[in-house]
């Protein structure tokens, strides 16, 4: 059985860091591009950041710059770097790993609330 279970989330002020964690069992983590997600009321689910088997990443234009993608193999972690929060960076921040072996498969976690206000 697959799972991704997100932590870190929080109510932070305007200017602070968060860090998100994405812990995954269940699947062969090294195979998967790992992602993460947001939604805000009201508004569509949005990519935040992303990062392949070998590394490369790629960010929303609104987070360039203030957001940081990283993975662990070795510990089946994928984690979010969160600084400069801004009260629009307020959402449910969603873990999603999609890949693998001889097919292709798709999983999300259950999400994790940020607050950014003061």
């Known amino acids: 059985q697959v799972q991704l279970v997100e932590s870190g989330g929080g109510l932070v002020r305007p200017g602070g860091t968060l860090r998100l964690s994405c812990t995954t069992s269940?699947?062969?983590?090294?195979?998967?591009?790992m992602a993460w997600y947001r939604q805000a009321p009201g508004k569509q689910r949005e990519l935040v950041a992303r990062i392949t088997s070998g590394g490369t990443t790629n960010y929303a234009d609104s987070v360039k710059s203030r957001f940081t993608i990283s993975r662990d193999n070795a510990k089946n972690t994928v984690y979010l770097q969160m600084d400069s929060l801004k009260p629009e960076d307020t959402a449910v921040y969603y873990c999603n790993a999609a890949g693998g072996g001889l097919g292709f498969s798709v999983y999300w976690g259950q999400g994790t609330q940020v607050t950014v206000s003061s």
């Open positions: 269940g699947l062969i983590f090294s195979l998967y591009t």
